[in-house]
């Protein structure tokens, strides 16, 4: 039992103690104006079914952001927040390793699946909210920034009917432009 109680406290603190860098991390990332729209929060958990409720809580305090979630059909579907789940459930690993039900492979593809879709929304509110702040200055959005846009909305349609379309997919057939940036200042 004492042994059983060592591992516990250490695995505790170890957590801990990850958690803490974690947050300085963000901290020193978010707070240094040299990254201003250049950074950007994309979270493995984000659009889980154990999380959404929490990230559609946060968008429903801005009525525009709401509204343009609404009109653009950004809710996940299912698909993608089983996929998600998965991927936010697993445990954290040097090499993947088949489990009930779940292949090394299916864990592996639903691990990329997730950050990509997770970042295409991510960067779709991104691009959503500098349009904002150049309606507010008056001025329209980039044209490299609207077709950006575009893309990653008919990119966030097909996540929504199979989220794991870029990693089993031939997605590679249309290749992006070289010159697409979501830099604002470009």
């Not at 250049?38 to 959404?52: D, K």
């Not at 445990?91 to 864990?107: D, K």
């Not at 044209?143 to 996540?159: I, S, V, Y």
């Amino acid at each position: 039992m004492l042994i059983s109680r060592v591992k516990s406290s250490i695995l505790l603190a170890t957590d801990v103690f990850l958690m803490q860098i974690r947050r300085l991390s963000y901290q020193a990332l978010f707070e240094d104006s040299r990254w201003r729209h250049r950074r950007i929060a994309s979270l493995i958990y984000e659009l889980s079914m154990g999380y959404y409720l929490w990230t559609e809580a946060r968008l429903k305090k801005n009525p525009r952001d709401w509204k343009f979630v609404q009109e653009h059909s950004l809710k996940p579907s299912e698909k993608i927040q089983q996929v998600a789940e998965r991927a936010r459930t697993m445990a954290t690993t040097l090499w993947f390793e088949a489990r009930p039900g779940h292949s090394a492979t299916q864990q592996r593809d639903d691990i990329i699946a997730t950050g990509q879709f997770t970042l295409c929304y991510s960067l779709i509110l991104y691009v959503h909210r500098l349009e904002k702040k150049y309606e507010e200055e008056k001025k329209l959005l980039p044209p490299h920034l609207a077709a950006l846009q575009t893309r990653m909305l008919a990119d966030w349609e097909k996540f929504q009917v199979d989220p794991l379309w870029m990693v089993t997919g031939n997605h590679f057939a249309v290749q992006p432009p070289s010159t697409v940036s979501i830099d604002p200042t470009t």
